[in-house]
Nanobody, 119 residues
Framework: QVQLVESGGGLVQAGGSLRLSCAAS????????MGWFRQAPGKEREFVAS????????YLTDSVKGRFTISRDNTKKTVYLQMISLKPEDTAVYYCATKRLGKTGYDYWGQGTQVTVSS
């Protein structure tokens, strides 16, 4: 009942920037938290950032603090991940996901968007 579509990925050189978007649609009345995750080749999926639709505090993994910003536009039902000062180690497929009230984890996921940072 929830669809998430990521966009904005691409190829950028080290030090550059990208803004990822996650457009949400469907039955969103019970969605509570939106998150960004990434998975690099040969590595496990890792948490990147999250925030609630209601706003307030944001959460970022240590490796991206000071470089990435998560935000949302409730009118557009879109969550953003602004990435600056990109590093080659940021190369990964980036996924957005939602955690609903009454659920123990993130249970709806997008298909992902590729971010490649060249040296």
């Amino acid at each position: 009942q929830v669809q998430l579509v990521e966009s904005g990925g691409g190829l950028v050189q080290a030090g550059g920037s990208l803004r990822l978007s996650c457009a949400a649609s469907g039955s969103l009345s019970s969605t509570y938290t939106m998150g960004w995750f990434r998975q690099a080749p040969g590595k496990e999926r890792e948490f990147v950032a999250s925030m609630r639709w209601s706003g307030g505090s944001t959460y970022l993994t240590d490796s991206v603090k000071g470089r990435f910003t998560i935000s949302r536009d409730n009118t557009k039902k879109t969550v953003y991940l602004q990435m600056i000062s990109l590093k080659p180690e940021d190369t990964a497929v980036y996924y957005c996901a939602t955690k609903r009230l009454g659920k123990t984890g993130y249970d709806y996921w997008g298909q992902g968007t590729q971010v490649t940072v060249s040296s």
